[in-house]
Nanobody, 126 residues
Framework: VQLQASGGGLVQAGDSLKLSCVVS????????LGWFRQTPGKGRVFVAS????????SYADPVKGRFTISRINAKSAVYLLIRNLKPEDTAVYHC????????????????????WGQGTKLTVSS
């Protein structure tokens, strides 16, 4: 199983950016997906999640209104659109897959996810 995140880099505050995560080795439509972010010396923090069909989403309070999670099952891909980037968005962003056909987006807890990717690094300069 592989979850390959991409799209990070060095960007300016106020810009927008779309992260991508392509998943292989699983039946993608049987999984909810999540994005977490991690800063040096700290654990992974939940950002957003989406259910298997895309009909249900969940966001962490600090990112509501700026982050949008989406998925395209035909491409086995999940995306994270980040608008109005802020320096505090600087982190390594990881995608994760949770086996579930629920109408609800996967929860915020790391233990709910079966597979993880390596992450893509995003740096936002002020």
């Amino acid at each position: 199983v592989q979850l390959q995140a991409s799209g990070g880099g060095l960007v300016q505050a106020g810009d927008s950016l779309k992260l991508s995560c392509v998943v292989s080795g699983i039946s993608f439509s049987n999984y909810g997906l999540g994005w977490f972010r991690q800063t040096p010396g700290k654990g992974r923090v939940f950002v957003a999640s989406i259910n298997w069909s895309g009909s249900g989403t969940s966001y962490a309070d600090p990112v509501k209104g700026r982050f949008t999670i989406s998925r395209i099952n035909a491409k086995s891909a999940v995306y994270l659109l980040i608008r109005n980037l802020k320096p505090e968005d600087t982190a390594v962003y990881h995608c994760a897959a949770a086996y579930s056909r629920s109408s609800y987006a996967p929860p915020e807890t790391e233990a709910s996810y079966n597979y993880w990717g390596q992450g893509t690094k995003l740096t936002v300069s002020s």
